[in-house]
């Protein structure tokens, strides 16, 4: 059972844009909600993680958004480059629990 | 530098032939983690260990084997491997035994089974 839903399962922005990928789970019980970004050959690489006690962070160029209530969270990129092409997955988890990972977003950004 | 190292990258076997893919961490982790991952379907846990001589399935064990020996081990068996079982492998570590800390990831072992 698909614990963590994730969408769009593609996207293409041009240089510049904002892309948005939308993530939401049902467990109440988790408590971290991780993303991931994994380029071509390699292994997904922890990119930006947040707790429900705050609503948003930002590193970088990235933030996340968070929803307790709507029980879902985001990830977007601000002024995004050819370089963040890449899939990106969202992963949440709990205490006790293990992390449990969406089915990933390809993004391409275009020059 | 640390990391997860994975060997080999990429495999090609026959069905029901054993085969063992490694996994060795220099981290001193104590979580450790396998994962298939197939287009459409993400990430899913094939097999975890919270730490040395624990291990316990995760989302898709059927068809695999590990053991955890050594702390910065953690190798995948595919004892009668079947074409389903083609797939990108990863394994990950994690320095405590709940997922709240950072998972780092080894590059990945392509396999097919033919």
């Known amino acids: 059972q698909q614990q963590v839903k994730q969408s769009p399962q593609s996207l293409i922005v041009q240089k510049g844009g904002i892309p948005i990928i939308n993530c939401a789970y049902e467990?109440?019980?988790?408590?971290?909600f991780p993303w991931y970004q994994q380029f071509p050959g390699k292994g997904p690489a922890l990119l930006i993680a947040?707790?429900?006690?705050?609503s948003e962070k930002k590193e970088g160029r990235f933030t996340i958004s968070f929803n307790k209530s709507a029980k879902q969270f985001s990830l977007h990129i601000m002024d995004s480059q050819p370089g963040d092409s890449a899939t990106y997955f969202c992963a949440a988890s709990g205490r006790f629990q293990k992390l449990v990972f969406g089915t990933g977003t390809r993004l391409l950004v275009s020059p | 530098e640390a990391q997860v190292t994975q060997n080999p990258r990429y495999l090609i076997t026959v069905t029901g032939k054993k085969l063992t893919v490694t996994c060795s961490q220099n981290m001193n982790h104590e979580y450790m983690s396998w994962y298939r991952q197939d287009p459409g379907l993400g990430l899913r846990q094939i097999y975890y260990s919270m730490n040395v001589e624990v291990t316990d399935k995760g989302d898709v064990p059927e068809g695999y084997k590990v053991s955890r020996k050594e702390k910065r081990n953690f190798p995948l068996i595919l004892e009668s491997p079947s074409p389903n079982q083609t797939s990108l492998y990863f394994c990950?570590?994690?320095?405590?035994?709940?997922?709240?800390?950072?998972?780092?990831f080894g590059s990945g072992t392509r396999l097919t089974v033919v």
């Open positions: 990950a570590s994690s320095l405590r035994g709940t997922a709240n800390y950072g998972y780092t």
């Open positions: 467990n109440t019980a988790f408590d971290y």
């Open positions: 947040i707790r429900p006690d705050v």
